[in-house]
């Protein structure tokens, strides 16, 4: 479980890298990329958040 909440975090870090290519390269493609991440980011985060209050019950 641990690693999922790590590769949640990559997710942020890929929008970054994403977001400064978008600037240097002004590149839209890459800004659609970092807003995909961000997305996937929380998208991750409340599945993950669902899964582990399932298991307590």
Same mark, same amino acid.
């Given at each position: 479980?641990? +690693?999922? %909440? *790590? =590769?949640? &975090?990559? &997710? =942020? !870090?890929?929008? /970054? =890298? #994403? +977001? &400064?290519?978008? !600037?240097?390269? @002004?590149? &839209? !493609? %890459?800004? +659609? #990329?970092?807003? +995909?991440? /961000?997305?996937? *980011? #929380?998208?991750? @985060? @409340?599945?993950? @958040? ?6 307590? =019950?």
């Amino acid at each position: 479980m641990k +690693l999922l %909440s *790590f =590769l949640q &975090y990559a &997710y =942020l !870090i890929f929008a /970054v =890298l #994403f +977001l &400064y290519d978008a !600037i240097a390269n @002004k590149s &839209y !493609i %890459s800004l +659609l #990329f970092a807003a +995909l991440a /961000v997305f996937m *980011f #929380f998208f991750r @985060k @409340k599945f993950r @958040k669902r899964f582990e209050d399932r298991g307590k =019950l």
